[in-house]
Nanobody, 123 residues
Framework: QVQLVESGGGLVQAGGSLRLSCAASGSIIRVNRMGWYRQVPGKQRELVARISNTSGGTTNYADSVKGRFTISRDNAKNTVYLQMNSLKPEDTAVYYC???????????????WGQGTQVTVSS
């Protein structure tokens, strides 16, 4: 069984910073791409940032967070991070970690999701 456990959410004032972490655990052969998504009530979940598992890690960001958020990963720890700077009230959402993982009991890779962590930015 593969699990993703997130940490680092909370309440911060506009202009502040937070760092989210997400660790994948379980019987894992390989962790492929990892990413962060966010969702607010009544809206669809949207991609915030994602990173490949290649050397150096190819990254993609939503236009709304470019220049403010940085995604990174530690492959040895199967962990992905999201450094969020210059936070705005519109960044308020539940942030979800996602990872494409090949578990030890399957020839296929699957997408797994964390439980979500609340980020609230006050004005």
């Amino acid at each position: 069984q593969v699990q993703l456990v997130e940490s680092g959410g909370g309440l911060v004032q506009a202009g502040g910073s937070l760092r989210l972490s997400c660790a994948a655990s379980g019987s894992i052969i390989r962790v492929n791409r990892m990413g962060w998504y966010r969702q607010v009530p009544g809206k669809q979940r949207e991609l915030v940032a994602r990173i490949s598992n290649t050397s150096g890690g190819t990254t993609n960001y939503a236009d709304s967070v470019k220049g403010r958020f940085t995604i990174s990963r530690d492959n040895a720890k199967n962990t992905v991070y999201l450094q969020m700077n210059s936070l705005k009230p519109e960044d308020t959402a539940v942030y979800y970690c996602s990872a494409n993982v090949k578990p030890s009991d399957s020839v296929w890779s699957y997408d797994y999701w964390g439980q979500g962590t609340q980020v609230t930015v006050s004005s």
